[in-house]
């Protein structure tokens, strides 16, 4: 059951708004927190799109995040395999977050933000997660796409 939007008193400094009207209840520094700097950005950005002034700027200032990670992650491929195969990433992620994240994943109505989600969340070795943002990529331009204006046909 989908839960309503939290409708809270708007404090910019402690309780922003627009980090806790998404539908799971999951105030976004519960997970962004624990995340990397840059994918917790490229998150926080998403979360909030459409609670700010600028939804299409929100989404690209997370894409340029996303990406910079990704470039940020590619020097692992100078590392042997062998020695990346059990770094772990988001090593505070707890099984609260993971709880927190499955229920954001699944109370998200967009399936490219949900699938965005999953991504960026639920991924545990460093091999996976580059695959994984790459994937998140994909997600996140087709949810952009939506929010480009639309050109007129004369």
Same mark, same amino acid.
């Not at 470039?71 to 100078?78: Q, V």
């Given at each position: 059951m989908t839960k309503? #939007? %939290? #409708?809270?008193?708007?404090?910019? $400094? +402690?309780k922003p708004s627009h980090y806790r009207q998404h539908n799971s209840g999951v105030e976004? %520094?519960?997970l962004a927190e624990v995340l990397s700097f840059n994918v917790g950005n490229s998150y926080k950005y998403t979360f909030r799109?459409?609670? @700010?002034?600028?939804? *299409?700027?929100?989404? &690209?200032?997370a894409m340029w995040y996303l990406e910079r990670e990704i470039?940020?992650?590619?020097?692992?491929?100078?590392v042997p395999s062998a020695f990346r195969k059990d770094w772990t990433v988001n090593p505070d992620f !707890?099984?609260?977050?993971?709880?927190? !994240?499955?229920r954001v994943i699944v109370e998200e109505p967009n399936p490219d933000v !949900? +699938?965005?989600? &999953?991504c *960026?969340? $639920?991924?545990?070795?460093?091999d996976k997660y580059l695959d994984n943002? @790459?994937?998140? &990529?994909?997600?996140? +331009? @087709?949810?952009?796409?939506?929010?480009?204006?639309k050109e007129e046909v004369n």
């Open positions: 309503a #939007k %939290i #409708k809270a008193e708007h404090d910019p $400094v +402690n976004c %520094i519960d799109r459409d609670e @700010k002034e600028n939804p *299409l700027q929100d989404l &690209q200032k470039k940020r992650l590619t020097i692992l491929d100078l !707890s099984l609260y977050h993971w709880a927190l !994240s499955k !949900s +699938n965005f989600y &999953q *960026l969340l $639920v991924s545990t070795t460093i943002l @790459k994937d998140a &990529q994909i997600f996140l +331009n @087709k949810l952009i796409k939506t929010y480009e204006p």
